[in-house]
T-cell receptor, first 113, second 109 residues
Framework: DTAVSQTPKYLVTQMGNDKSIKCEQN?????MYWYKQDSKKFLKIMFS???????INETVPNRFSPKSPDKAHLNLHINSLELGDSAVYFC????????????FGQGTRLTVV | GIQVEQSPPDLILQEGANSTLRCNFS?????LQWFHQNPWGQLINLFY???GTKQNGRLSATTVATERYSLLYISSSQTTDSGVYFC???????????FGAGTTVTVRA
């Protein structure tokens, strides 16, 4: 069983479209995250949720809206996609603030054309 | 926020060689992890090591928290060790990992 799974793995779409990426974890963790990896492979936090509550929104444009229907799921919806949104998006989860070992999904490569 | 520096940025090894990757961080940490991003893009957990020494097969890691650095050792490297190695830290209660820029390792047969 995959611990953190995200779908789709690849997403190619046109500018201006709206798209969603789904993430699920079966580790029983309380905290979930979205990270963005740019073309230079640099990884940066976008959002973190703890027990379905938004904890961090790291100055991400409001075209990006995370939604956590329950502790096991954190989805990412992106409106009005722009060329600069092309990147690899990773979902992750961890137990919480004390033992905070994070586990990552396989990534979603988003290409905006 | 906490700064993470990794060195060297690139490393080319002959199969069978040993190497050491370094991670320096600017503040005390609650969590430090090493990841391997393989050529298919997957981020694989190597070590959760906020302090001390751990070993897993040909890989080992040491974190000296008081001096704010961590080392990852690769022994008898294999071509499957190729990829990018990331160090990531959090300073506790912050609900985020700050990543270094990574070390790109290429192991040649």
């Amino acid at each position: 069983d995959t611990a953190v799974s995200q779908t789709p793995k690849y997403l190619v779409t046109q500018m201006g479209n709206d798209k969603s990426i789904k993430c699920e974890q079966n580790l029983g963790h309380d905290t979930m995250y979205w990270y963005k990896q740019d073309s230079k492979k640099f990884l940066k936090i976008m959002f973190s949720y703890n027990n379905k509550e938004l904890i961090i929104n790291e100055t991400v444009p409001n075209r990006f809206s995370p939604k956590s229907p329950d502790k096991a799921h954190l989805n990412l919806h992106i409106n009005s996609l722009e060329l600069g949104d092309s990147a690899v998006y990773f979902c992750a989860s961890s137990q919480g603030a004390t033992k905070n070992e994070a586990f990552f999904g396989q990534g979603t490569r988003l290409t905006v054309v | 926020g906490i700064q993470v520096e990794q060195s060297p940025p690139d490393l080319i090894l002959q199969e069978g060689a040993n190497s050491t990757l370094r991670c320096n961080f600017s503040d005390s940490v609650n969590n430090l992890q090493w990841f391997h991003q393989n050529p298919w893009g997957q981020l694989i957990n190597l070590f959760y090591i906020p302090s001390g020494t751990k070993q897993n097969g040909r890989l080992s890691a040491t974190t000296v928290a008081t001096e704010r650095y961590s080392l990852l050792y690769i022994s008898s490297s294999q071509t499957t060790d190729s990829g990018v190695y990331f160090c990531a830290v959090d300073d506790g209660g912050d609900y985020k990992l700050s990543f270094g820029a990574g070390t790109t390792v290429t192991v040649r047969a």
